[in-house]
C-alpha cells in the first residue's frame, strides 16, 4: 500500500490506527447493509450487460461512474478499471484548471511523496482515468461527466468540475473521508466522497479542542498522515458567504447529522446550516465553521502542532476568519 510518508508522520506523532473510524463505519454499514452493498457492485456489471453505452465503454476502454449507497450516504464509485466498487474522491483544493493534489514530487518528513498520478502507479490518490468520454452507469449524471487533460496522467474523469481520485482497495470501504492535508502533505485541501449530485459527501465529524498559542479553542478531528489530528476550526465575519475565491482558502466544514463531541465541550452549540448547492455546513453557535487549507502543522516529539495560522486572515473585499473559543 502507497503509505510510507503517511506511516512516516504516524510514528513521529505515536498514532495508532488512523483508519479505524472508517474501516469501522464500514464494517458496521456492510453488517447492517452489506447485502445492499455489494449488489450494488455487482449491479455495475449487470448494468454493462444490459446498457449498449456501457458495453460499448467497457471494448473502448472509456470508464465508466456508478452509485454505491455507502458508510455515509450515496457515493459515486469506479464502474470499470481494475477496481471496480472503490469509492472515487474529490479534493477541496481543486478548482478549475488549478490543482491541489498533482504529480509534483514531494518531501514528507524525509519521505518522497506523490499525491497523484496515473492509475497503477505509487502516488497516494490515484487518478481516476479514461479513454473516450467517460459513460454514466444507472443513477449518475451524464450531463455532470467530463474529463480534463493532465500532464504525466492522462485524461482525468471529472464529475460536476471536480476531477475524480482513487483511495481505497477494498469496494464498499470508504477510508479517504475526510482526510485534512493543508501543509504536511502540502496538498491544501480536504477529500471528500462525491454525492450523485456532484457535491462534497458530508460526515458527522467529532468536535474537540486544541491548544493553540496557549488558548484553547474549537477544533474539527481530522485524518491525515498522523491518525486523527484536531483543526482548528474558524468562523466568517461574512457567514455563509464564503465562496469563489474565499473558497480555495477556507473550505466549508461539510457535515450531516450531529457530531461527537468531545468531553467537556457543551452540547447545544453545534448545528447545521444548508447552502444553495444543497452542502450542509457544520455551525457552533450558529456560525458556519470553515478549515483553513493552509494550516501550518509541524512534528514535533509530543505530536502535531497546529498553527492557527488562518486567524485574521482578511479575504479582500470580503470579512474576517476567526478561531472559535468554545
Same mark, same amino acid.
Given at each position: 500500500?502507497?503509505?510510507? &510518508?503517511k506511516?512516516v508522520?504516524a ?11 472508517h ?7 456492510i453488517?447492517?447493509a452489506?447485502?445492499a ?9 449487470s448494468?454493462a450487460?444490459?446498457? &449498449? ?6 471494448k473502448?476502454g ?5 452509485i454505491?449507497n455507502?458508510?455515509?450516504?450515496p457515493?459515486?464509485?469506479a464502474?470499470s478499471g481494475?477496481? &471496480?466498487g ?5 479534493i477541496?483544493?481543486?478548482h ?22 496515473a492509475?497503477?502507479?505509487k502516488?497516494?490518490w490515484?487518478?481516476y482515468t479514461t479513454?473516450?468520454?467517460p459513460?454514466?452507469?444507472?443513477g449518475?449524471?451524464?450531463s455532470?461527466l467530463g474529463?480534463?487533460?493532465r500532464p504525466g496522467?492522462g ?5 460536476a468540475g471536480?476531477?475524480?481520485y482513487?483511495f ?11 482526510w485534512d492535508?493543508?501543509s504536511? &502533505? ?9 454525492s450523485?449530485d456532484?457535491?462534497?459527501v458530508?460526515?458527522?465529524?467529532t468536535?474537540?479542542t486544541?491548544?493553540?498559542k496557549?488558548?484553547t479553542?474549537?477544533a474539527e478531528?481530522m485524518?491525515?498522515?498522523?491518525g486523527w489530528?484536531?483543526f482548528?476550526?474558524?468562523?466568517y465575519s461574512?457567514?455563509?458567504s464564503?465562496?469563489?475565491a ?10 450531516v447529522g450531529?457530531?461527537g ?18 452542502t ?14 493552509d494550516?501550518?502543522?509541524q512534528?514535533?516529539?509530543?505530536g ?13 473585499g470580503?470579512?474576517?476568519f ?5
Open positions: 500500500m502507497r503509505r510510507s &510518508p506511516a508522520i510514528a513521529l506523532t505515536k498514532a495508532r490506527t488512523y483508519k479505524s473510524y474501516y469501522l463505519t464500514a464494517a458496521r454499514f453488517a447492517t452489506g447485502t452493498t455489494f449488489v450494488a457492485v455487482a449491479a455495475l456489471g448494468a450487460s444490459a446498457a &449498449p453505452n456501457l458495453a460499448a465503454a467497457a473502448s472509456a470508464a465508466t461512474v456508478g454505491m455507502g458508510p455515509y450516504g457515493m459515486l464509485v464502474g481494475p477496481s &471496480p472503490t469509492a472515487l474522491y474529490m477541496t483544493s481543486d478549475g484548471s488549478t490543482f491541489g493534489c498533482t504529480t509534483a514530487k514531494q518531501e514528507v518528513v524525509g519521505s518522497p511523496y506523490e499525491c497523484t498520478g492509475e497503477g502507479g502516488s497516494e490515484p487518478a479513454k473516450g468520454m459513460v454514466a452507469g444507472p449518475v449524471k451524464q455532470l474529463e480534463i487533460a496522467i485524461e482525468q474523469v471529472t464529475y471536480h476531477p475524480l482513487l481505497d482497495q477494498i469496494p464498499g470501504l470508504p477510508t479517504g473521508e475526510a492535508e493543508p504536511l &502533505p502540502a496538498d491544501h485541501g480536504v477529500w471528500y466522497l462525491v450523485p456532484g457535491n462534497p458530508g460526515w458527522e465529524g468536535l474537540t486544541v491548544t493553540v496557549g488558548h479553542v474549537l478531528l485524518l491525515d498522515g498522523g489530528v484536531p482548528p476550526v474558524y468562523t461574512g457567514g455563509t464564503c465562496t469563489g474565499c473558497a480555495t482558502q477556507f473550505d466549508p466544514v461539510y457535515a450531529t457530531p463531541l468531545a468531553p467537556g465541550l457543551p452540547s447545544g452549540h453545534a448545528g447545521l446550516v444548508a447552502s444553495a448547492d444543497g450542509q455546513q457544520r455551525t457552533w453557535d450558529g456560525k458556519a465553521l470553515y478549515l483553513y487549507a494550516e501550518t502543522v512534528p514535533s516529539g509530543s502535531l502542532i497546529l498553527g492557527g495560522n488562518g486567524n485574521g486572515v482578511r479575504i479582500p470580503g470579512g474576517t476567526s478561531l472559535v473559543s468554545p
